[in-house]
């Protein structure tokens, strides 16, 4: 696990007028934003003023801000049509958790954003949990998975859920033999990894499979790739707040629009529970407390409630929230300041995000892609699940 010290209070003010210069490099279609680092003395971030015609006239976008690449794949675990297929049918089977009751889909619902629409998961035997269940479109690109960062490869995060008490509830014994003994499993086992059903091979797999839920071609990617006329005026008018005036691009850049880091905003607290010490209880660092993990804004609109803890029902809620500085706070991220947006630059910045949205996966086979408003194809007979409908 890489060690923390990316949280709130370090590096990004000066890193923001770093960003300035990088803009007015964009204009001239010089090289993008260059990656942030700076000291927490330096002063508070000024707004820049960008209009729609520097936008529309910029080769490159601040902040990295562009399409998806390609996605990656991890050299242990090579994607394949076959691994794909037992991967997307291990997703949604409900035999992986202990009591049959819940499979990955029942938290992470195609229907759903590939989330479950709660402010916080409920897990086994109905418990609730502490945190908001995020999509797992595009997880293929996070750096680090959970809120706190603690797993850092889909193989890796796999395992947490199936084996947490509060949640799947599964020992790598008993899903072995589970699986084992059903003979369409044994034979997909052993085709893909030449094996009996393992925990391992089952997560291998089950990542092999996120590795396919990936949503390009939204209409901020048509614009980004020089289609101008691809966002509307009021969702470039958010756009260009998203870069300036409300500095979210700060945090919220590269092209799945997060700087892979942690910063406390303030927002826990409203939930009854102990305190989440976010990425403290992985890193250590003091810095870390209350820091979570900057969130993908892709397809951001399909997936309420918001933030770690569904402190947030909507995405007005959440831009309010950001507009007035965030809430009492002595130890919030210094990034995090007041904006004083106008009632119409919410509901364009709002419109901007929405434009995040994304061809939806059909979730079979890696690059291939048929009527992209296609759900999930249905699993095969003979495998019960959850979360299809
Ligand atoms: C009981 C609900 C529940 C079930 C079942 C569940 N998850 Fe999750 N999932 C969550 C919650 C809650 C988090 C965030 C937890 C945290 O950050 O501590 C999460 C996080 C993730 C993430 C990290 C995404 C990110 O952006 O950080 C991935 C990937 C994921 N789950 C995949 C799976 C897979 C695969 C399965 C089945 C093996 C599964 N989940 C089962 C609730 C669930
Ligand atoms: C200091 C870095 C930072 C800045 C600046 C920032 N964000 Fe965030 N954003 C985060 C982090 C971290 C979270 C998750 C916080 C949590 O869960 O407690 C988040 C969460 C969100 C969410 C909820 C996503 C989800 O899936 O729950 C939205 C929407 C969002 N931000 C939009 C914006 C907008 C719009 C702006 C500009 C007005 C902005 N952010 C500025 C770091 C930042």
């Known amino acids: ?33 260059v990656r942030p ?3 927490s003395e330096s002063p508070p971030p000024v707004p820049v003023a960008i209009t729609i015609d520097m936008l529309d006239g910029m080769t490159r976008l601040p902040g990295d801000l562009g399409p998806l690449p390609p996605v990656p794949v991890s050299a242990d675990n090579p994607q394949d049509e076959a691994k794909v297929e037992l991967g997307r049918r291990l997703f949604f089977d409900a035999r992986l958790s202990r009591d049959r009751a819940q499979s990955c889909a029942s938290c992470h619902d ?31 690109y996070n750096n680090h998975q959970f809120w706190d960062g603690r797993a850092s490869s889909l193989e890796q995060q796999a395992e947490g859920p199936l084996l947490a008490a509060a949640e799947m509830n599964m020992s790598a014994d008993l899903l072995g033999a589970r699986l084992g003994a059903i003979p369409e499993y044994n034979r997909s086992f052993q085709g893909v990894f030449g094996g009996s059903p393992t925990l391992k091979n089952a997560a291998r797999a089950i990542a092999a499979f996120e590795r396919t839920l990936i949503t390009p071609n939204a209409p901020f990617d048509a614009y980004a790739r020089g289609k101008k006329d691809a966002l509307t005026f009021n969702e470039k008018r958010g756009l260009t707040l998203f870069i300036g005036k409300a500095a979210c691009v700060q945090c919220h850049n590269g092209p799945t629009f997060t700087d892979s880091r942690f910063h406390r905003l303030g927002v826990q607290g409203r939930t009854p529970g102990p305190e989440d010490v976010g990425r403290f209880a992985v890193s250590g660092h003091d810095q870390d407390r209350g820091a979570f993990k900057t969130p993908t804004l892709r397809n951001v609109c399909l997936t309420a409630p918001y933030m770690h ?16 500085g965030g809430d009492s706070d002595p130890q919030k991220s210094p990034l995090i300041f007041e904006l004083g947006l106008s009632q119409q630059e919410k509901s364009d910045l709002i419109a901007f995000l929405r434009s995040l949205a994304g061809q939806r996966p ?7 892609s048929r009527d992209a408003t296609t759900a ?7 495998i019960r699940t959850l979360g299809l409908r």
């Not at 059909?362 to 291939?368: A, K, L, M």
Request: charged letters at 20%; hydrophobic letters at 40%; aromatic letters at 8%.
């Open 376 to 382: 999930i194809a249905p699993v095969p007979p003979g």
């Open 362 to 368: 059909v979730g079979s086979t890696p690059g291939r």
């Open 309 to 324: 803890d569904g402190a947030f029902k909507t995405l007005e809620e959440v831009v309010d929230f950001y507009d007035r």
């Open 37 to 39: 680092v700076g000291s």
């Open 110 to 140: 195609p229907e759903k954003g590939f989330s479950d629409g709660r402010p916080r998961a409920v897990g086994f035997e109905g418990r609730q949990l502490a945190r908001r269940s995020p999509s797992v479109l595009n997880a293929a």
């Open 1 to 33: 696990m890489s060690a923390g010290g990316d949280g709130a209070a370090t590096p990004t003010p000066h890193a923001w007028r770093i960003g300035r210069w990088a803009l007015l490099a964009c204009v001239t279609g010089a090289q993008a934003l």
